[in-house]
């Protein structure tokens, strides 16, 4: 802990030094009522007298009100260990994730219990009004330079367990996407660390953020990597209520893709589909508005992943459609593909289509003149709904494989 300035003007260098010695017998006394008014009103103190916290508060006690006096006439009085003391127990509460709240209604109330005695003490030693009146001011100003020392030993404290926090929040994320992956216990320990509650599902989104776009506001729960060569956000629960809204708002303006669900050490798969889903976005495979995910495009990503091969099968298995000009192979290769998706009803493939029923009648006759017996045949139906996605999806982007 670094040391703490002291003021210019030393708390007590005006109080007379005469008025130390005949306190000095009852400096035990007084610490032992502030440190029984402390354990009273401050819960967070309330410790056994004989417990290693309990013994600890008392002698910061003790050591307070016998520096007070120490102090008393001498401008030219070492505050160094005081304060330091008092920065110790600002760091201390800044480590433990509480407030200064309790240190500070301590101090107060150990102020309070100063005044009382000084008011006795003025009787039972004939001290003038004056006299009362400095000594009370005095502690005041003492007081408020404790209470400096704690806030600055706090606030220095708390920078350092924020960085040691995202340091481990940085490294719990990127071992959530190791593969293989960790263990259940590595990533618990380094979540506590990170205070992080590790959650019983993750998504991983996969984010292509425009060029100098600021990076968004994350709550605690995201573990966030978005200034690397491929951003990525690891997202607790992501189907849980609200989730979708909260990722919407992280991405916004942005491509992204969500990867599908998976248990707490599977984040590289996760990760992995949603970076193929973005590529499809990004190549204008996929066109949909806010974050994309995996899960509602899988024909479409189980074709990305075979590409080549069913860009040889498109021109044996499809050929009859391949051999058409453009403008007449495409709406027979959609009417073809929206029929079979819709089970062979021509009214539900027209409805999607937004033509005549009687159109949709039309070309599944020619397409059942080009394909023959195919076209109905069961162990080729699922084969050709892919190419035919593959082809409907991906479109002349193939022919960048073919040339």
């Keep these: 802990m670094g040391k703490v300035p002291a003021t210019e003007d030393p708390p007590l260098a005006e109080v007379p030094a005469e008025l130390a010695d005949p306190l000095r017998p009852y400096l035990e006394a007084a610490a032992e009522e502030m440190v029984q008014e402390i354990r009273g009103l401050v819960p967070e103190y309330a410790r056994p007298t004989d417990s290693k916290y309990g013994r600890r508060m008392k002698w910061a006690v003790q050591e307070t009100v016998r520096q007070f006096v120490d102090a008393m006439g001498r401008p030219d009085f070492d505050w ?69 020392a704690a806030a600055q030993g706090y606030a220095a404290a708390q920078e350092q367990v924020v960085t040691e926090r995202e340091r481990s929040r940085w490294r719990l994320r990127d071992l959530l996407i190791v593969d293989p992956p960790a263990s259940r216990e590595a990533i618990a320990e380094l979540a506590r660390s990170a205070r992080w509650e590790p959650p019983r599902t993750i998504g991983l989104v996969a984010v292509r953020p425009p060029l100098g776009h600021p990076p968004p506001v994350m709550p605690p729960s995201i573990l966030a990597d978005w200034h690397g060569p491929a951003p990525f956000l690891v997202v607790p629960d992501p189907d849980g209520p609200g989730q979708d809204r909260l990722i919407a708002s992280l991405v916004r ?97 027209a409805e999607r289509l937004l033509v005549h029923e009687q159109t949709v009648r039309y070309r599944i006759r020619r397409l059942e003149e080009m394909f023959g017996e195919a076209l109905t045949d069961p162990d080729r139906r699922i084969e050709m709904m892919l190419l035919l996605h593959t082809w409907v999806r991906f479109g002349n982007r193939r022919t960048e494989l073919d040339t």
């Design 253 to 349: 303006e942005c491509a992204a893709a969500v990867g599908p669900t998976v248990p707490i050490t599977r984040g590289a798969l996760s990760l992995r589909w949603a970076r193929h889903a973005l590529s499809l976005v990004e190549r204008g495979v996929i066109s949909e508005k806010g974050p994309v995910r995996c899960l509602d495009h899988i024909p479409t990503l189980v074709a990305a992943m075979s590409e080549e091969l069913i860009n040889v099968a498109l021109d044996e298995r499809l050929a009859p459609l391949m051999e058409l000009p453009p403008h007449r192979r495409e709406p027979l290769a959609h009417t073809l593909l929206t029929y079979m998706e819709n089970r062979d009803n021509a009214v539900a493939a």
């Design 80 to 148: 160094t260990e005081l304060t330091g003391i008092y920065a110790g127990i600002g760091a201390y509460e800044a480590r433990k994730g509480r407030s200064l709240d309790g240190l500070q209604t301590a101090i107060r109330v150990s102020g309070q219990v100063a005044c009382r005695r000084f008011i006795r003490d003025a009787r039972r030693l004939d001290w003038s009004l004056d006299v009362l009146g400095q000594i009370t001011e005095s502690l005041f100003v003492f007081l408020e330079k404790l209470a400096g």
